[in-house]
């Protein structure tokens, strides 16, 4: 009885040993499995903001898009007067 036990032991551990280097698709496909299921297990611990936390968030972006706009357009401007004073334009 012990005979049994122990080939059926070594049959598994053969098998097992033979699946990690056997066929490089099913590897594949088994990683490729695993990358999706984490994946899905991590976007299941998003928080998603509520309707009110958006809209500020949207115009808090709009707000620093714009003064960055601004911003650049002033020191754009500046730049191009002093330029054009130092080389005559």
């Known amino acids: 009885m012990t005979d049994v036990s122990a080939e059926t032991r070594d049959s598994g551990r ?5 699946d990690r280097r056997g066929n490089p698709f099913s590897r594949f496909f088994r990683s490729l499995s695993l990358f999706v299921s984490q994946i899905l297990d991590e976007l299941r611990k998003v928080v998603r903001p509520t309707r ?3 809209v500020n968030y949207t115009i808090v972006v709009i707000v620093f898009v714009v003064f960055m706009m601004a911003l650049v357009s002033t020191l754009d401007f500046g730049f191009t007067k002093l330029v054009l004073w130092l080389f005559g334009g």
């Open 14 to 18: 053969a098998s097992r040993k033979r």
């Open 52 to 54: 009110s936390e958006l």
